[in-house]
C-alpha cells in the first residue's frame, strides 16, 4: 500500500527555522518526483517545492526561495524541507505528494499527483 507520512510540523516564532520529513512507502521511491505542498485560499494546493526523482533538479515557488531547501534520501525514502525564515504567512497544512516519472529532466509540481500524505500542519507565530 503506498503511504507517505508527513512529520516535522509545529509551532515556531517568524524568523525561526523547522524540518519537514516525508517517509514514504508501498512504491518504488526513486521512480518518483516528490514535493510539499500548502493550500492555497480559493484554489488548489499550491507547490512549496519539489524534487526530481533522483534529486538533481529542484523546483521552488517564488515565495519561498532562498528560505526553504528541498532535499531527498532515497536510501531511506525520505524527502526533506529546511524551512528557514519563517514568516507568519507560511503558516498553513504542508502535505508530501508524489508522481511518477518516466525521466529525470523535469520536476512536476502541480496538477494530479499520484500520492499524497495526510500532512503536517505548521504555525509561524509569536
Known amino acids: 500500500q503506498p503511504q507517505l507520512v508527513e512529520s516535522g510540523g509545529g509551532l515556531v516564532q517568524p524568523g525561526g527555522s523547522l524540518r519537514l520529513s516525508c517517509v514514504a512507502s508501498g512504491f518504488e521511491v526513486n521512480t518518483y518526483a516528490i514535493g510539499w505542498f500548502r493550500e492555497a485560499p480559493g484554489k488548489d494546493r499550491e507547490g512549496v517545492a519539489c524534487?526530481?526523482?533522483?534529486?538533481?533538479?529542484?523546483y521552488y515557488n517564488p515565495s519561498v526561495k532562498g528560505r526553504f531547501t528541498i532535499s531527498r534520501d532515497n536510501d531511506k525514502d525520505t524527502v526533506f524541507l529546511q524551512m528557514n525564515s519563517l514568516k507568519p504567512e507560511d503558516t498553513n497544512w504542508y502535505y508530501c505528494?508524489?508522481?511518477?516519472?518516466?525521466?529525470?529532466?523535469?520536476?512536476?509540481?502541480?496538477?494530479?499527483?499520484?500520492?499524497w500524505g495526510e500532512g503536517t500542519q505548521i504555525t509561524v507565530s509569536s
Open positions: 524534487i526530481s526523482s533522483s534529486g538533481g533538479l529542484t
Open positions: 505528494a508524489a508522481r511518477r516519472v518516466f525521466a529525470d529532466t523535469y520536476v512536476p509540481c502541480g496538477g494530479a499527483m499520484d500520492y
